[in-house]
């Protein structure tokens, strides 16, 4: 079974995105690994609604306790920083769907917002729809 692409119909403006947003904590997003990543078979990106920069001590808190809460294993191939994220907007999805924008070209076209992302490997029986389904999801947390 082969998964669709989510296509984008456009992507959030940079006011758009700013209002989006407000009373966002974080985004934790799941989706396949590359087949050849067997033991570690989920993608996973939290998106952090900070441009602040985090000690490395609490950043090491802040995994662990997303780790604890969704049963996520070991991590692999672990990146921590800020960097610049979009917002796509498609007619399938509730929510925009957060981007990691990595490409100096995609950080130029696309409006972004500095966030601090954790993107790292692992696996969790939680995620299921990524694991065995090959679905991409994402979910947000509000602050109360």
Same mark, same amino acid.
Request: aromatic share 10%.
């Given at each position: 079974? =082969?998964? +669709?692409?989510?296509?984008?119909?456009?992507? @959030? &403006? #940079?006011?758009?995105?700013?209002?989006?947003?407000?009373?966002?904590?974080?985004?934790?997003?799941?989706?396949?690994?590359?087949?050849?990543?067997?033991?570690?078979?989920?993608?996973?990106?939290?998106?952090?609604?900070?441009?602040?920069?985090?000690?490395a001590d609490i950043q090491t808190?802040?995994?662990?306790?997303?780790?604890? =809460?969704? +049963?996520?294993?070991?991590?692999?191939?672990? @990146? &921590? #920083?800020?960097?610049p994220v979009g917002f796509a907007?498609?007619?399938?999805?509730?929510?925009?769907?957060?981007m990691l924008l990595v490409k100096?070209?995609?950080?130029?076209?696309?409006?972004?917002?500095?966030?601090?992302?954790?993107?790292?490997?692992?696996?969790?029986?939680?995620?299921?729809?990524?694991?065995?389904?090959?679905?991409?999801?994402?979910?947000?947390?509000?602050?109360?």
């Open positions: 079974m =082969e998964a +669709k692409a989510i296509k984008t119909e456009r992507y @959030l &403006s #940079q006011e758009k995105i700013q209002k989006h947003l407000q009373n966002v904590e974080y985004i934790i997003m799941a989706a396949p690994a590359p087949e050849h990543f067997k033991d570690t078979p989920i993608h996973f990106t939290i998106f952090l609604n900070t441009a602040d920069t985090i000690p808190a802040i995994l662990n306790k997303f780790r604890d =809460e969704h +049963k996520i294993g070991e991590p692999a191939e672990l @990146l &921590s #920083q800020i960097m907007i498609s007619s399938s999805q509730d929510t925009p769907m957060p100096p070209e995609d950080q130029r076209t696309i409006a972004n917002v500095p966030m601090h992302v954790m993107d790292f490997l692992a696996d969790s029986d939680e995620f299921f729809e990524a694991k065995e389904k090959n679905l991409t999801g994402w979910s947000y947390s509000y602050e109360v």
